[in-house]
């Protein structure tokens, strides 16, 4: 991004700023060791001149004299060992700190057990009056309320921040709400057992993870479904031609966090999974931003057919995705400001208008620019 002279001189600072932090303490671990020799030595010179010179009358024989040396030599070995331990031992007493802060730490083990185990979810989906905080001083959510019917398909729409992903995290039961109520067909979520509760939920990121299993291990996930559904979820997500130019088709080993494909092939894979799954709801976070536009519009039709008769929710930011869902919810700085379907939002010329009025400026004005600039290359 070049940004390497920032980098450089953001180096250059912490390397001076540990070069001052350490400074006394080399000082420090320099001086004392040779201090602390050099009193030794005087010491041991003092007792044989004060004994060789009879000075104040001491007059010792060679082996008190001897006894003397060594009682001072003794005197002087712990704490020579001390100075020469010195950095040892503060590192020490930091390591003791933080084993303290890790021991005073809650435990904090998430409840996969209790609670009401579903069976046939309709995927109904009702907040009332939620308010939420990570950490319990901004408020993400204001007081939203909304109702997803079983079937139908939703969208959340808005600027970066303005919780849409927290909304999915909350249905997921990732974290828990300070106020009101989330119900999953009229059941409160707190009740139902949290496996339970994600079975029944499919959820696609941005950035899906890739386990270093195969491409099957990786669609099923240690879910009992057959080679012919995982086939069949292959070719739904349109990702039949590249699960074949793979050398050993599904039984191919990916790399750690699939590392080894593109973006757009973790994220077919990830299509896969979901609809192997087939899960009663869906929750889809810009899922095709990596897809190329045919492939997109491929899986696009797969999704219409599967999400027929299910609970969808999609966040969006390019607009043009979400034109044919059935409610639109459109989000601001934590709260709700509008709701309906794309063309009465559109209508009523709000917050949705404009932000769908900007969206397609400024895709006009990169075509406008694509074209200029294509223009003036040719030209050149």
């Known amino acids: 991004f070049n940004i390497q002279h920032e980098k450089q001189k953001e180096c250059k600072k912490y390397t001076s700023d540990y070069c001052k932090s350490r400074l006394p303490g080399g000082i420090i671990e320099g001086f004392l060791p040779g201090f602390m020799t050099i009193m030794e030595n005087v010491s041991v010179a003092i007792i044989v001149w004060?004994?060789?010179?009879?000075?104040?009358?001491?007059?010792?024989?060679?082996?008190?004299?001897?006894?003397?040396?060594?009682?001072?030599?003794?005197?002087?070995?712990?704490?020579?060992?001390?100075?020469?331990n010195l950095e040892t031992v503060q590192e020490a007493f930091v390591s003791i700190n933080?084993?303290?802060?890790i021991l005073d730490k809650k435990e904090y083990i998430e409840d996969?057990?209790?609670?009401?185990?579903?069976?046939?979810?309709?995927?109904?989906?009702e907040f009332k009056n939620v308010w939420f905080s990570y950490d319990n001083n901004k408020w993400i959510l204001?007081?939203?309320?909304?109702?997803?019917?079983?079937?139908?398909?939703?969208?959340?729409?808005?600027?970066?921040?303005?919780?849409?992903?927290?909304?999915?995290?909350?249905?997921?039961?990732?974290?828990?709400?300070?106020?009101?109520?989330?119900?999953?067909?009229?059941?409160?979520?707190?009740?139902?057992?949290?496996?339970?509760?994600?079975?029944?939920?499919?959820?696609?990121?941005?950035?899906?993870?890739?386990f270093a299993r195969t491409i099957q291990e990786n669609i099923k996930l240690n879910n009992h479904i057959s080679e012919d559904q995982i086939i069949e979820a292959i070719k739904l997500a349109s990702a039949q031609d590249f699960v074949n130019s793979l050398p050993n088709n599904i039984n191919e080993i990916a790399k750690e966090r699939g590392a080894s494909y593109s973006e757009g092939q973790k994220q077919l894979l990830a299509f896969a999974r979901i609809f192997a799954h087939n899960p009663s709801i869906f929750i889809l976070d810009e899922a095709t931003a990596n897809i190329d536009t045919n492939t997109e519009l491929l899986i696009q039709k797969s999704i219409d057919i599967i999400s027929a008769k299910k609970t969808s929710i999609f966040i969006a930011h390019r607009l043009s995705t979400i034109v044919n869902v059935d409610k639109i919810i459109?989000?601001?700085?934590?709260?709700?400001?509008?709701?309906?379907?794309?063309?009465?939002?559109?209508?009523?010329?709000?917050?949705?208008?404009?932000?769908?009025?900007?969206?397609?400026?400024?895709?006009?004005?990169m075509v406008i620019d694509s074209y200029y600039f294509a223009r003036t290359y040719y030209i050149v």
């Open 112 to 125: 996969l057990e209790s609670g009401i185990k579903l069976k046939d979810v309709k995927g109904k989906i």
């Open 330 to 365: 459109v989000l601001n700085e934590g709260e709700i400001v509008e709701m309906g379907n794309h063309s009465e939002l559109l209508k009523t010329g709000g917050y949705y208008s404009k932000l769908y009025n900007s969206y397609y400026t400024s895709l006009r004005i």
């Open 50 to 84: 004060t004994c060789v010179n009879h000075w104040a009358g001491i007059n010792l024989e060679v082996g008190l004299i001897y006894v003397f040396i060594t009682y001072i030599k003794q005197l002087f070995e712990p704490i020579t060992r001390t100075i020469d």
């Open 98 to 101: 933080k084993i303290y802060d």
């Open 142 to 210: 204001k007081n939203v309320s909304f109702v997803v019917e079983p079937g139908q398909s939703i969208a959340l729409v808005g600027k970066t921040g303005c919780g849409k992903t927290t909304i999915t995290n909350l249905i997921n039961r990732f974290y828990e709400i300070q106020q009101g109520e989330i119900l999953l067909d009229g059941v409160n979520i707190k009740d139902i057992n949290k496996r339970s509760l994600r079975k029944h939920i499919g959820i696609i990121l941005q950035d899906p993870f890739i």
